[in-house]
C-alpha cells in the first residue's frame, strides 16, 4: 500500500507464516518493477525484479507478482523470520525513462514470534 | 569488497550553514544518485548524474547542489537555502545502457540542522 505521512501502512506477520506486501504503481507505460528492503537506519537492499512482459519472478522464499491490469504489485516472502522485519518499498521505472526510479512510500513489516 | 560508501553516518549543522555529504563507489557504475528520506515517506529524488561531468535536477533539487568530477565521486551539499535539510540522506549508484536497473545503495547519512 501506498501512504503520505508520518505512519507507514504495517503489517503484522507471525513467524512461520507467509506475508503479502501490496503496491499500486503509477504509470501503465512502466517496464520495470523493483523491491527493496529497508531495515531500521540502513540503506535499502535490492530483494527480486520483475520486468513487465513478466507475470511471476521467484526468488529464494520471495515471489514477486505483477497485474499490468490494474497496475499492481506484490511481494509474496514464505515462513517470515525476525530477520524479515523491515521496511519494503517497490519502484517502477517509466518506460522512457534510461534508469530513474519511482518509489512508493513503503509497507512497514513486522513479524512477531 | 565492492560498494557505495557515505560518510559521515550522523552530522550535525547549525541552520544557515552549507554541509557537504560525501558519497563514494567502486563499483564503476556510471550513474549516480542522491534522495532524500523523511520518516514514514518513500525516497525523493534529489540529483542523478548518468556520467561523468553531467548531472540532472530530480524532483526536490531546490537548495542542493551537486558536483560529478569523477566516475567514483558524487558529493552533495545542502545549503541554506533547503528549507527543511533535516533528513535521510541516501545515495545510490547503477549501470546504464543496460537492461539491468537495480540501484545500489549506501548506508546514509543522517543530517540534522537545528
Known amino acids: 500500500g501506498e501512504s503520505v505521512g508520518l505512519h507507514l501502512p504495517t503489517l503484522s506477520v507471525q513467524e512461520g507464516d507467509n506475508s503479502i506486501i501490496n503496491c499500486a504503481y503509477s504509470?501503465?507505460?512502466?517496464?520495470?518493477f523493483i523491491w527493496y528492503k529497508q531495515e531500521s537506519g540502513k540503506g535499502p537492499q535490492f530483494i527480486i525484479d520483475?520486468?513487465?512482459?513478466?507475470d511471476k519472478r521467484q526468488g529464494q522464499r520471495v515471489t514477486v507478482l505483477l497485474n499490468k491490469t490494474v497496475k499492481h504489485l506484490s511481494l509474496q516472502i514464505a515462513a517470515t523470520q525476525p530477520g524479515d522485519s523491515a521496511v519494503y518499498f517497490c519502484?517502477?521505472?517509466?518506460?522512457?525513462?534510461?534508469?530513474?526510479?519511482?518509489f512508493g512510500a513503503g509497507t512497514q513489516v513486522v513479524v512477531t514470534p | 569488497d565492492g560498494g557505495i560508501t557515505q560518510s559521515p553516518k550522523y552530522l550535525f549543522r547549525k541552520e544557515g550553514q552549507n554541509v557537504t555529504l560525501s558519497c563514494e563507489q567502486n563499483?564503476?557504475?556510471?550513474?549516480m544518485y542522491w534522495y532524500r528520506q523523511d520518516p514514514g515517506q518513500g525516497l525523493r529524488l534529489i540529483y542523478y548524474?548518468?556520467?561523468?561531468?553531467?548531472?540532472q535536477k530530480g524532483d526536490i533539487a531546490e537548495g542542493y547542489s551537486v558536483s560529478r568530477e569523477k566516475k567514483e565521486s558524487f558529493p552533495l551539499t545542502v545549503t541554506s537555502a533547503q528549507k527543511n535539510p533535516t533528513a535521510f540522506y541516501l545515495c545510490?549508484?547503477?549501470?546504464?545502457?543496460?537492461?539491468?536497473?537495480?540501484?545500489?545503495f549506501g548506508p546514509g547519512t543522517r543530517l540534522t540542522v537545528t
Open positions: 504509470n501503465s507505460a512502466s517496464d520495470y
Open positions: 519502484a517502477e521505472k517509466f518506460g522512457d525513462s534510461w534508469g530513474k526510479l519511482q
Open positions: 563499483l564503476n557504475h556510471d550513474a
Open positions: 548524474s548518468q556520467i561523468v561531468n553531467d548531472f
Open positions: 520483475i520486468r513487465s512482459n513478466m
Open positions: 545510490a549508484s547503477s549501470t546504464t545502457g543496460t537492461l539491468a536497473y537495480e540501484q545500489y
